[in-house]
């Protein structure tokens, strides 16, 4: 006989009348079901007859069950067994307290309800955000915790993107309610505490590192006091800037520092320009002041020795020595003139020896020497001619 022979539905080979078979697993879920309800109550008849004598369950039905008893075990048994991947720990835990944590590879423990298995990624980055916050690449700002005093009384606009990762599973999951919000909570305060110890100025300028630095430590050791479980990785600072009611008057500011900055490397610029050259004129000073000075000293050294020699011959022969100094200097001092006044004392008359004529003569081509005729006087040019023999008597008694 067909399983569904036509016009007969829902009858069976084995002679039974069931209803149409459908595709859905839940109605034969529910035949199942009926079958045992069926089953069970044959036996519940079997075993409380009328004159309420027990008989005991057949022996293959005892079997049966422990059969289906242990099958049932071991497969509730199989569903304990997990793996962990390389960047994740197992947080075990049993009858909900935390007996161990499990490392990379495959592991067993007692399956849900007894046992439970938590795997939490150690090596993923994760990110907290302070000051604003990420939304479909656009970023939102969170005044209520961007904006802080700094110790001066004046207000910044600070935010930070804050890099971590879990250090502690266990710890992770079981000694904080919301660690991930904990820690948002101690860097903004952690921050505040920074921000509130330093100026504006250092905030904003120089102290950006400094002050990213001393918030991560701050931050790690608050969470390390709280076994969060949690390792900071870097502290990046994303702005820093006065609020948007002022930003103008401190944009001006900023511009007059950098003005001040730029004007002060151009002074060291023109100074290291300037000095060199002025350090080589005052060298080149102090070499032609040495140069003088040997030269003063050595004439005066050759003076004191002219003199000392001059003494010792004005001391043996003092008139003629005082006659030759006086014809010295008086050739000296006419040596550098160019005109000549000569006083005859016979006629009273004054001459004048044109040398200026004579040497533009000689220059010429002209006679050197003046003739007679060029001479207004006879007289005169004869006491000019006094002064040679005065001279040639002179030389005369030094050689006697």
């Not at 004439?299 to 022969?317: P, V, W």
């Not at 050739?331 to 006044?341: D, P, T």
Request: proline share 6%; glycine share 8%.
């Amino acid at each position: 006989m067909a399983w569904n022979e036509p016009g007969k539905p829902g009858q069976d080979p084995w002679g039974g009348n069931r209803p149409p078979r459908k595709d859905s697993s839940a109605d034969a879920v529910e035949q199942v079901k009926r079958q045992l309800e069926a089953f069970l109550g044959k036996i519940g008849q079997q075993s409380g007859g009328q004159n309420g004598s027990s008989a005991m369950p057949p022996e293959g039905l005892g079997v049966g069950m422990g059969v289906v008893a242990g099958a049932a075990v071991a497969i509730w048994l199989a569903f304990g067994t997990y793996i962990i991947d390389p960047a994740e720990r197992g947080v075990v835990t049993v009858f909900g307290a935390f007996t161990q944590e499990t490392g990379p590879g495959p592991h067993w423990n007692w399956p849900t309800p007894i046992g439970d298995v938590t795997k939490v990624n150690v090596e993923q980055i994760r990110n907290a955000e302070i000051g604003y916050r990420s939304v479909k690449n656009t970023n939102s700002d969170v005044a209520g915790e961007s904006l802080m005093l700094t110790q001066d009384e004046n207000i910044v606009d600070i935010k930070l993107a804050v890099q971590y990762n879990i250090r502690n599973a266990s710890n992770y999951l079981f000694n904080n309610v919301d660690p991930d919000n904990a820690l948002r909570e101690i860097v903004e305060s952690a921050l505040r505490d920074v921000v509130g110890k330093n100026k504006m100025d250092f905030v904003l300028t120089d102290g950006r590192a400094q002050l990213v630095a001393k918030v991560r430590d701050s931050a790690q050791e608050a969470l390390d006091s709280l076994k969060a479980g949690i390792q900071i990785t870097s502290v990046n600072l994303q702005d820093a800037q006065p609020p948007e009611q002022v930003q103008a008057s401190f944009a001006d500011v900023v511009k007059a520092r950098e003005d001040r900055q730029r004007l002060i490397s151009e002074a060291e610029a023109y100074a290291n320009d300037i000095l060199p050259k002025a350090r080589g004129q005052a060298a080149r000073l102090t070499e032609e002041a040495n140069a003088y000075r040997e030269q003063v000293v050595s004439r005066a050294e050759g003076e004191a020795s002219r003199f000392n020699s001059i003494l010792t011959q004005y001391q043996k022969a003092p008139e003629v020595t005082r006659q030759r100094m006086y014809l010295d200097t008086v050739e000296q001092v006419l040596g550098a003139s160019s005109k000549i006044m000569v006083s005859a004392k016979s006629s009273g008359q004054m001459m004048y020896l044109p040398l200026d004529k004579w040497m533009q003569g000689d220059k010429s081509g002209l006679p050197a020497t003046p003739t007679m005729n060029a001479l207004p006087d006879t007289s005169a040019s004869s006491s000019v001619r006094t002064a040679p023999s005065l001279r040639d008597n002179l030389r005369n008694r030094e050689a006697r």
